[in-house]
């Protein structure tokens, strides 16, 4: 199955996070099918391509808790 989850990039005490779609079975930093975006949690700034989401959503992927709270959160719809 194939989720839709954050990807820790960035330095040292300094995280970015790239929103991908990845098998939910392999590790977090190998192997993204697709990346659909990125999120900066010191700023709280973000840039996520919606459509690709829908896309990716539609055939089948799931979020992640984690990434549906931020969708949630800045009134961006599935």
């Known amino acids: 199955m194939l989720k839709i989850r954050f990807s820790r990039a960035g330095?040292?005490?300094?995280?970015?996070?790239?929103?991908?779609?990845t098998e939910h079975t392999k590790p977090v930093k190998s192997g993204e099918v697709d990346i659909l975006g990125w999120y900066d949690s010191h700023t709280k700034k973000y840039e996520i391509n919606m459509d690709k989401v829908r896309t990716r959503?539609?055939?089948g992927a799931q979020l992640s808790p984690s990434v549906a709270k931020l969708l949630k959160a800045n009134s961006l719809t599935v």
């Open 11 to 21: 330095r040292k005490h300094v995280p970015h996070y790239r929103i991908v779609v």
């Open 57 to 59: 959503v539609g055939q």
